[in-house]
């Protein structure tokens, strides 16, 4: 089992930057890989960002740029940095850990940008 908690949502105001952070305890050594992605009110949740157990990343084509996915093993925790904010980024995000087995979510945290 894996428990993933996120916090650093918020309200920002558009060109804003925001720091998100998920802390992961449990079995550890099992994740592959860790993800971000996120769900805005009437759509389907969508990948923001992944950074595998490697340090590999990958990023989804509207963050690219503005975005940075990455982890701090030494604290199981990974963060996505988010800078130069949308009222697009408007959504609620949710950590996600992957294993051979099974796939982890987080409770989510809320997102807003508006001025």
């Known amino acids: 089992q894996v428990q993933l908690v996120e916090s650093g949502g918020g309200l920002v105001q558009p060109g804003g930057s925001l720091r998100l952070s998920c802390a992961a305890s449990g079995s550890i050594f099992s994740i592959n890989a860790m993800a971000w992605y996120r769900q805005a009110p009437g759509k389907q949740r969508e990948l923001v960002a992944r950074i595998t157990r490697i340090g590999r990343t990958n990023y989804a084509d509207s963050v690219k740029g503005r975005f940075t996915i990455s982890r701090d093993n030494a604290k199981n925790t990974v963060y996505l940095q988010m800078n130069d904010l949308k009222p697009e980024d408007t959504a609620v995000y949710y950590c996600?850990?992957?294993?051979?087995?099974?796939?982890?979510w987080g409770q989510g945290t809320q997102v807003t940008v508006s001025s």
């Open positions: 996600n850990g992957i294993t051979t087995v099974a796939n982890y």
